[in-house]
């Protein structure tokens, strides 16, 4: 008979090492490999949403304040029109006002005029006058002194 060599040890101590891995190893294995992907694919799943709703939600802010911007403004404007209309309600129906426009009177529209503007400035931030002819031309711009 002859003598085994060293290479028939290693191989058989392969083939024993083999034999010797659990089959609860290999269940693991089975079992964790889709387990874990699972949880990874779940995980980037929730991962989506949070970022998708979290632009929808900041979207619908903006979206909010945006309008509510919008309202502040048209209702400031409504104020200022009102204010404006009730002024030139007032100049319009005032006589000397009216008897300096016709004559085309600038130094006495001026003298009527400049006094109401600084009351006007103070209370309502109007900053000038204009008074037109019917033919759409300046007669008389009135500004602060």
């Given amino acids: 008979m002859s003598q085994p060599s ?5 191989a058989e101590s392969r083939i024993v090492a083999r034999e010797r891995v659990s089959p609860a190893q ?4 089975r079992v ?4 874990c992907v699972a949880m990874v694919l779940l995980l980037g799943a929730f991962a989506v949403t949070f970022v ?6 900041r979207a619908e802010s903006i979206a909010r304040a945006a309008a509510q911007v919008e309202d502040l403004m048209k ?3 409504n104020d200022s029109i009102e204010v404006m209309t009730a002024i030139s309600r007032w100049v319009m129906g005032d006589e000397k006002i009216a008897d300096a426009l016709r004559n085309g009177d600038r130094g006495e529209l001026l003298a009527i005029c ?3 503007l ?3 400035r103070r209370r ?3 900053t000038h006058f204009y008074f037109h002819r019917s033919d759409r031309t300046n007669l008389l711009r009135v500004i602060r002194r």
């Fill in 32 to 35: 964790l490999v889709p387990l």
């Fill in 26 to 29: 290999g269940i693991r294995i």
């Fill in 52 to 57: 998708r709703d979290a632009r929808q939600r």
């Fill in 114 to 116: 400049q006094p109401i």
């Fill in 75 to 77: 209702s400031d404007l």
């Fill in 124 to 126: 309502n931030r109007v």
């Fill in 118 to 120: 600084d009351e006007l």
């Fill in 6 to 10: 060293e290479a028939e040890p290693e």
